[in-house]
């Protein structure tokens, strides 16, 4: 079985910053990919960023220039810097691993998500 977990969300002024971070557990071999993604109440989910085992990245348009996805392999865990942060950017983050586990069984499990409210 395998967790993910999100932490790092919170109530941030308009043009501040916040760190989110995600981390993978449980019967684990490998990890291709993880992710973030967003939620707004009314919105369908969308891609944030995701980051390849390989430390190829992916953004959205929306956030490019502001938001760093980094991965830290040994730990299973990925970050998300979010820098300039916009009331647009209010949602809640939820984090996607991909890959193998022990047992050699492909999967994709999702977080509980974690929220961002960005407001004055």
């Known amino acids: 079985q395998v967790q993910v977990v999100e932490s790092g969300g919170g109530l941030v002024q308009p043009g501040g910053s916040l760190r989110l971070s995600c981390a993978a557990s449980g019967t684990i071999f490998s990890i291709n990919a993880m992710g973030w993604y967003r939620q707004a109440p009314g919105k369908q989910r969308e891609l944030v960023a995701t980051?390849?085992?390989?430390?190829?990245?992916k953004y959205a348009d929306s956030v490019k220039g502001r938001f760093t996805i980094s991965r830290d392999n040994a730990k299973n865990t990925v970050y998300l810097q979010m820098n300039s942060l916009e009331p647009e950017d209010t949602a809640g983050y939820y984090c996607n691993a991909e890959g193998m586990t022990i047992a050699t069984i492909p999967f994709s499990f999702w977080g509980q998500g974690t929220q961002v409210t960005v407001s004055s």
């Open positions: 980051i390849t085992s390989g430390g190829n990245t």
